[in-house]
């Protein structure tokens, strides 16, 4: 009955506009018309990951639930975690519609949306209501106009400290020009030692301390990587994300929507992001936590980000086609791998293939 929903809420769905579409879907959580998904507890996918214990790898990405106006909806449907945003200081409308491209054939999306959110104070009055102890996290990004892109980012701490379980810095978005120049090695630097430096002097006024992740792009340079790298372990971050959205266009079937302009994902982004993901495990070494997003569309694509070197993953294009009821198969899924493969805990494939996928591309 479930997946006869799942169909019929797709071929609804696919009627309308990718953007309206989304408003639709978040306004079904809302309302109830999405039925929640039980999950089992199952002790071997639990994980504890810069000081936060995840009850299962699987998390939300950021992008679906931008104004924090479904988070725990989104808990319900099986994920781990999930993370809201990107939000900046000021609301903004982003780029012109349309902005939102879905490549059917390819099962991906194309979007150039430019940070659209109701700003901090909107996300925050949504957050600061929630009375569940869900694991949600705040992607924190710069509004397109700040005159200071870093400040933008120490605001995000500051304002969203109380309520955050862990912060992503969002860097890597190719939708608002100049963002990922951050990415470069002196920007970067200063950047981190800012937004951790606020991240400290909070902790010092809290007793608690909030992990803060760096989201990159999967399409760095080599001499990129080894920056970024060499950064995160001089500034002791606590983790990264790979990958963001692609301007690739490699290999796509529907030429057509390709050439749109804006980030790439969906399942043709796998490849890519998990050879990013490798390359980064191997540069940072066995410690840092990353989680490794692009391309998530089942338990076994899960299951072979971890085996890249992931400690979590995350998705969201792919529920674009696969429906609601996705991350609840995968959690069952990597249930069952840890069956097949008589693993005590899901992080005992951790890093098996990172050689493997850090050969490619």
Known sequence: MLDLFQSLGRRGLFLFDPEAAHGLSITALKTGLVPACSVKADPRLSQTIAGLTFSNPLGLAAGYDKNAEVPEEMLRLGFGFTEIGTVTPKPQTGNDKPRIFR???DEAV??????????????????????GNGLIGVN??????????????VAGIRRFYSLARYFTA????PNTPGLRDLQARDSLAALLS??????????????RQVPVFLKIAPDLTEDGMDDIAAEVLAHKLDGLIVSNTTLSRE?????????????LSGKPLFARSTAVLAK?????????????VGGVSSAETAAEKIRAGADLVQLYSCMVYEGPLLPGRIVRGL???????????????????????????
């Open 280 to 292: 980064m495990r191997k540069r940072v070494g066995p410690d840092l936590p990353i989680i490794g």
């Open 140 to 153: 924190i990004g710069a509004n397109k106009d700040s005159e200071d892109r870093i400040a933008d980012y």
């Open 103 to 105: 490549l059917t054939a």
């Open 110 to 131: 194309i979007n150039r949306l430019g940070f659209n959110n109701a700003g901090h104070d909107a996300a925050y009055e949504r957050l600061s209501k929630l009375r």
């Open 170 to 173: 969002n860097i890597s978005s």
């Open 251 to 263: 290999g796509l079937k529907d030429q057509t929507q390709a050439k749109e302009a804006g980030g």
């Open 335 to 361: 249930s069952d791998i840890c069956d097949r493969e008589k693993l005590s805990s899901i992080s005992d494939i951790r890093g098996s293939k990172t050689d493997e996928w850090a050969s490619r591309f």
């Open 194 to 207: 800012a937004v951790l430096a606020a991240r400290d002097d909070e902790a010092k006024k809290s007793g």
